[in-house]
């Protein structure tokens, strides 16, 4: 089994920063496939940064060139941070791990507000 805990959401006005952080612990392995998934009000979940194996990162279109997904394999711990926020960011942020997919384990999330 793997637990995931996020921290870092908040509230913040349009064009700030905030920096997500999801540790994890149990039967981790480093090769684990990792991500992060929002979801808005009534709007599906939707990938926005994820490390799917082979050194492949992928980035939602909407995020590409403000978020950044990044793993501290020695914490255990992986990041979403997230610059230039906009409105249309607010969202619930969960992470999650698996050993081969996405979706096999995931964080409670954590709300992101972005509004002045």
């Known amino acids: 089994q793997v637990q995931l805990v996020e921290s870092g959401g908040g509230l913040v006005q349009p064009g700030g920063s905030l920096r997500l952080s999801c540790a994890a612990s149990?039967?981790?392995?480093?090769?684990?496939?990792m991500g992060w998934f929002r979801q808005a009000p009534g709007k599906q979940r939707e990938l926005v940064a994820g490390?799917?194996?082979?050194?492949?990162?992928r980035y939602a279109d909407s995020v590409k060139g403000r978020f950044t997904i990044s793993v501290d394999n020695a914490k255990n711990t992986i990041f979403l941070q997230m610059n230039s926020l906009k409105p249309e960011d607010t969202a619930v942020y969960s992470c999650t791990r698996g050993r081969f997919v996405l979706g096999q384990f995931w964080g409670q999330g954590t709300q992101v507000t972005v509004s002045s």
């Open positions: 149990g039967n981790i392995f480093s090769t684990d496939v």
């Open positions: 490390q799917i194996g082979g050194g492949v990162t």
